[in-house]
């Protein structure tokens, strides 16, 4: 870390994110890609995954919507996040299916490519606003179409509501369950040695977890005092508050390369104040 000195706002507004230890909370394998957007910035990334991605209890819900699928009973496949389509990609091999033959829609052009490299599917469909909500906003009207909807165990339902609103029959099902995640760094101890700068919310799971570890694992939440917390969109800067946490940093676009774009602006933002060490 940088020595613990005072800058000019010339210096401060040239630092920005440099040398900050920065908590990234997403699971651990989706955790390298914050990792090298806050690398970018001369940030230290601190890895603290907060969930786990765990297959449904029992699966076959999930399977026989799948067999389903592939024999095309579906009109539509609507694809909320890259964890979903990591899991479906698992079931499919382990099926011996495919699923080529339905129109898919996905949050967010990373869902998208994932889902074309994954699941060979069409993307016809891709919501620029990172959220259920813009999701449906995307769609064309699916009065009469039948859409296969996967989610994790809980997700909100708003988008399945919607589409349901709109005339679509929807089958919603459960792909995933999140979990408390466990490894990573000392967290709770370096907030409450002073040497954590911010923290990152990818999900409002991610909140939740956040807070359970740093209990179970003797933290507390005074820590988090001085320490900037920052939600990736809307639906997490609202679990945060409903937590009691202050939410500093919120892009406009939901996507973490904007995220890490707007904490580097909050940083150099702040004038003649000391870095942690």
């Known amino acids: ?111 998208a490519i994932a889902a074309e490299k994954q699941l060979q599917v069409n993307v016809e469909v891709i919501a620029d606003s990172y959220i259920a909500e813009g999701l449906v906003e995307a769609l064309p009207k699916l009065a009469g179409n039948s859409v296969f909807l996967p989610q994790a165990s809980a997700a909100r339902t708003i988008l399945a509501e919607e589409l349901k609103a709109d005339g679509a029959t929807v089958t919603a099902v459960e792909a995933y369950t999140i979990e408390i995640g466990k490894g990573g760094a000392a967290v709770p101890t370096m907030l409450a040695d002073g040497h954590i700068d911010a923290v990152i919310f990818g999900s409002p799971s991610t909140v939740r977890y956040f ?50 774009a707007a904490l580097d602006a909050y940083f150099k933002s702040i004038t003649h104040q000391p870095v942690k060490e």
Request: include cysteine.
């Open 1 to 111: 870390m940088l020595p613990d000195t005072e800058f000019s706002e010339e210096a401060m507004e040239k630092i920005g994110l440099m040398g900050k230890r920065v908590v990234v909370t997403r699971a651990e394998h989706q955790a390298q890609e914050l990792a090298q957007l806050l690398r970018a910035k001369d940030a230290e990334p601190v890895l603290y995954p907060c969930i786990s991605i765990a297959p449904p209890d029992n699966p076959e819900a999930l399977d026989k919507a799948l067999q389903d699928a592939f024999q095309g009973e579906f009109d539509w496949l609507v694809l909320t996040s890259a964890n979903t389509v990591r899991v479906l990609s698992q079931r499919v091999e382990q099926l011996e299916i495919n699923l080529d033959n339905i129109k898919a829609a996905a949050i967010g052009p990373r869902t």
């Open 211 to 260: 807070l359970e570890r740093l209990k179970q694992e003797g933290g507390h939440r005074d820590g988090l005092k001085g320490v900037c917390l920052a939600a990736i969109g809307p639906v997490t800067a609202k679990a945060m508050k409903q937590a009691g946490l202050t939410v500093e940093v919120q892009p406009s676009r939901y996507t973490l390369f904007e995220l890490v």
